[in-house]
């Protein structure tokens, strides 16, 4: 079992990565193998529309993407951290999300060499917003539930919780537990 950790801030030591650390700990108390991308050291760019994917399965864009795919492709569950921005998902998350394209053919069907290493694949989401009002991250949260119920991934849940602050989120036990136990989920659903 291979659990990957995405994360979107690029706030490093802040709260979405503190939350994706727990995760990425419940994990591998689990037995799983993880391993975690920050997306803000990565150079990704964003889709064209070019759909060059669309037959070959490859982007076209020559940056850090391809090499992240291949990541996705090798592990069993993906866990995204993303603050929330301006009520949506970071500029880093976006792109990297929109890229998931290259996956696909044109009918919008998983390319035939993916979908074994695609089907059954957990994703879960943990996000992070300033409002005491966790709802504030339900784009966010719809973005990554309707990808993975339109690709027929298997959605674990999302962690959802306030925090302003870097590093305040340290101080909720709740939200840390939360984190944890979709790890754990990740590592033993399958």
Partial sequence: MKILGVMGSPRIGGNSDILLERALAGGKDAGAETEKIVLCRKKISGCLNCERCNATGVCAIKDDMPEIHEKILGADAVIHSCPVYFWAMTAQMKAYLDRWCAFFDAEWRWHEAYYPKMKGKHIGLITVCGDPNVSTAD?????????????????????????????EIAGNNKAKQEAYELGRKAATQG
């Fill in 139 to 167: 784009p966010i949260v719809h973005s990554f539930k309707t990808t993975a119920e339109f690709t027929n991934l298997c959605w674990i849940g999302a962690v959802m919780a306030s925090a302003t602050a870097k590093g």
